[in-house]
């Protein structure tokens, strides 16, 4: 058991939550019972997340993509209004972290995706490793673009997206960033990588990867970003001996 006052702390202080802009808020979301022995965590605090927390009599959910979005209506009504109802009713604490738990060294989904996809890290293309979101790396051994989208396929349990660049040999520089960072693929290109994985495409992605002469892999917005919370959970579980189960709420996009 550990004091949520001390466990929020403790991953403030990990992650380094305050030096991050954000579009959200970075922390404690939305306050419940004051000692936390059980902690579910899960990629979003979606209505199937909250009612799974409840279930299993969690006190603390922790998340990546928790509320208060910027731009987002300030009214709680709707399915915002029934999310918050359910915390507050059950007592649940709500914990989330963006930014943060993208960049972290160690535990942060880019870290961890670098892991599942067995990329040497080499550093950051916008910043310090750590503080950086466009990591960059390579393989272990050169491999054709469609090579490497099946592998990210087999260990990802998702086949990727594939716009590959015209006239390009094999790939050997890689360069990644989990979720919805598919306009950081100038960022990628510009730091000299062959191929860059996010989780999201837009229509202008296709031809930017084609005119750069960059592969680009759309591997996923939920299927990149599932293993950063897992680490923090198991991190909090290791360090404070509370309790921690993830639960992955299917999501294709």
């Given amino acids: 058991m550990i004091l949520r006052t001390d466990l929020v702390r403790a991953c403030d202080t990990l992650l380094d939550a305050p030096a991050f802009k954000d579009y959200t808020v970075n922390g404690l979301q939305v306050a419940g019972r004051d000692e936390v022995r059980r902690v579910m965590s899960g990629v979003t605090a979606c209505q199937a997340l909250l009612d799974e927390a409840v279930s299993w009599s969690a006190d603390l959910l922790l998340v990546h993509h928790g509320y208060f979005w910027k731009n987002e209506p300030v009214a709680i009504t709707g399915i915002k209004q029934r999310r918050i109802r359910t915390l507050l009713l059950n007592d649940i604490n709500l914990l989330a972290y963006h ?4 960049a972290h060294a160690e535990l942060g989904n880019n870290a961890m995706l670098a892991r599942r996809l067995g990329l040497r890290v080499e550093g950051c293309a916008d910043g310090e490793l750590g503080q950086g979101l466009v990591w960059l790396g390579s ?75 960059i592969h680009y892999l759309a591997a996923g917005h939920h299927a990149t970003e599932r293993y950063g919370v897992q680490a923090l959970g198991a991190w909090l579980a290791q360090e404070y001996g509370v309790e921690h189960r993830f639960v992955d709420i299917d999501n294709p996009a």
């Fill in 99 to 102: 930014l943060p738990l993208d």
């Fill in 139 to 213: 393989l272990p051994e050169a491999a054709s673009a469609a090579g490497l989208a099946r592998h990210v396929g087999e260990r990802l349990g998702r086949q990727p997206l594939l716009i590959e660049a015209p006239a390009s040999g094999a790939v050997r520089r890689v360069a990644w960033c989990t979720g919805g960072a598919q306009d950081m693929i100038v960022t990628a290109w510009e730091a000299g990588a062959e191929a860059f994985i996010s989780g999201e495409i837009s229509e202008r992605t296709t031809h930017l990867a084609r005119e750069l002469g």
